[in-house]
């Protein structure tokens, strides 16, 4: 009975957590459906545009550098007041590709800057280049992104006063229809992006700086310490140690920036590891520095939130399998129905987590009923392969709260829609099948009887949630195995 107790405690103490993380959510829809109401005055353009620097890093990105150049070459900002340094730290024929491109523009005041080292990855690369940087704001996108052409025009008037030293675009999609995977990435994506960025800081909760499409007052990185290359997502660590001196982040969300999404579950894996670890390695850094400090509750209450959100990976995977026990000891009398009847309260995070996802999906959508018809098919999907990433996830966690440290490994880009490369050809492909894809498939097939044998007794209490967890994990699991292997 005390294993069946310590079982119960596990699930309980699971699933607090996550109703717990489900009502920050909920007060964050609050936040953003009441600021809806709220008409935003656009601020007007300054007198004197400022010098602008604009960093592109880069590292092995064949399929996807010579769009950006061509994008960023077309921004529409005063000639002599822009700077764009190509951050460039490739080891392949992506060096060369880049310098012939630059040929083709003369007039434009492009700066290749090349290192060797890769010290510091990508921190390490905008650190060196900030060196050089000649503008008073800095505009910073990613390889895999196509800049507006009116981005700087639309961003630096937000800079009306001293105290505001960062600006955000809200991500769209440009393959977000080429496959099931894309569109329950971008289905999860503009859940953060309006819902969550656009609730916290309507209400002047922490937001952070996204590592792409936004721009940065330079005076706002230097006094916040600069970049710091000592864990996976230096773009949450200084946006943490930026607002904690007072320094005010702007969201927009009508201002788009639109970018690619990994089309394959390797890829998606990738990069999901590095965010995951990244945030709980900001939450090791900054939690009890926020907790000690002066700030409101709400604002307290919801930076704790953002910083641990990752950790509801963990909750997952204690959750699910403790209920197999907690299931079991129900069905031998060893658990009061009691139990079981107030779980039930447990069932207001799961849908408030839904509306948050719903409301995202619908958002400045026409065609409502047929929005919503295809919300309610993808919401379940999303959850579903959100609960097979858990181990995969759940790992990466584990790794940043404990400390352990790991190299930058950047997602792999493919430039799917420009017809000129296939996912096979891509080179930039993992082939190494990791140990957990396997425990994925081990748990695939584990839930996959939990199903069976809950139909065949007739026990339908936890039937819902072990069927989400295996076709979550058996998607997960054939998805991965399918792509490793395209690089064999």
């Not at 952070?208 to 710091?228: E, M, P, S």
């Not at 936890?462 to 490793?484: D, E, K, N, Q, W």
């Amino acid at each position: 009975m005390i294993f069946i107790y310590f079982l119960l405690g596990v699930y309980t103490l699971g699933m607090l957590f996550i109703l717990v993380y489900s009502l920050a959510q909920g007060h964050l829809l609050f936040s953003f459906l009441r600021s809806r109401r709220v008409k935003e005055r656009i601020p007007p353009n300054p007198k004197t545009w400022p010098l602008v620097t604009i960093q592109l890093p880069i590292f092995n990105e064949l399929y996807v550098v010579d769009r950006l150049i061509e994008a960023v070459s077309k921004i529409n900002y005063p000639k002599e007041l822009i700077q764009i340094q190509l951050l460039d730290d490739s080891t392949d024929e992506t060096s060369t590709l880049i310098q012939e491109k630059l040929k083709l523009f003369p007039e434009v005041n492009f700066q290749y800057l090349h290192r060797v080292n890769r010290v510091g990855f990508k921190a390490g690369a905008l650190r060196e280049g900030l060196e050089k940087a000649t503008g008073e704001f800095i505009a910073i996108f990613d390889a895999d992104f196509i800049p507006d052409p009116d981005f700087l025009l639309k961003t630096i008037p937000y800079f009306n006063t001293e105290n505001v030293g960062m600006v955000q675009s809200r991500w769209t999609h440009l393959n977000e229809h080429y496959s099931l995977l894309t569109r329950m990435q971008a289905f999860a994506l503009d859940a953060h992006f309006l819902i969550e960025q656009i609730g916290r800081n309507s209400q002047k909760a922490f937001i952070n700086f996204n590592g792409t499409g936004g721009v940065w007052r330079k005076k706002c990185i230097l006094d916040a310490g600069n970049w710091h290359d000592n864990m996976l997502t230096e773009d949450l660590d200084l946006s943490y140690r930026a607002q904690q001196r007072g320094w005010e982040f702007v969201y927009r969300r009508e201002i788009e920036s639109p970018a690619e999404l990994p089309p394959i579950m390797s890829a998606i894996k990738s990069q999901q590891f590095r965010w995951t670890k990244g945030g709980a390695e900001c939450a090791s850094k900054h939690a009890m520095n926020v907790l000690k400090s002066s700030l409101p509750f709400s604002t307290k209450f919801h930076a704790m939130a953002h910083l641990f959100n990752s950790s509801i990976f963990i909750a997952i995977i204690l959750v699910s399998i403790s209920s197999i026990g907690v299931w079991w000891a129900g069905q031998q009398g060893m658990i009061s129905p009691l139990v079981f009847r107030l779980a039930g309260i447990f069932l207001i995070g799961f849908v408030l987590i839904a509306c948050v996802y719903l409301v995202a999906f619908l958002y400045g959508k026409k065609g409502f009923w047929k929005n919503l018809l295809q919300g309610f098919y993808l919401l379940p999907l999303f959850l579903s392969v959100s609960m097979g990433l858990a181990l995969h996830n759940a790992q990466a966690v584990m790794e940043g709260l404990s400390g352990k440290k790991s190299p930058f490994i950047r997602t792999p880009k493919f430039n799917l829609e420009s017809g000129k490369t296939g996912l096979k050809s891509n080179a930039y492909l993992a082939s190494k099948i990791p140990f957990t894809t396997w425990f994925e498939g081990v748990f695939a097939l584990i839930f996959i009887a939990m199903v069976f044998i809950h139909l065949q007794l007739g026990s339908y209490e936890l039937l819902p949630f072990h069927l989400m967890l295996a076709v979550g994990y058996s998607l997960v699991f054939i998805t991965s195995f399918r792509s490793y292997g395209l690089s064999r």
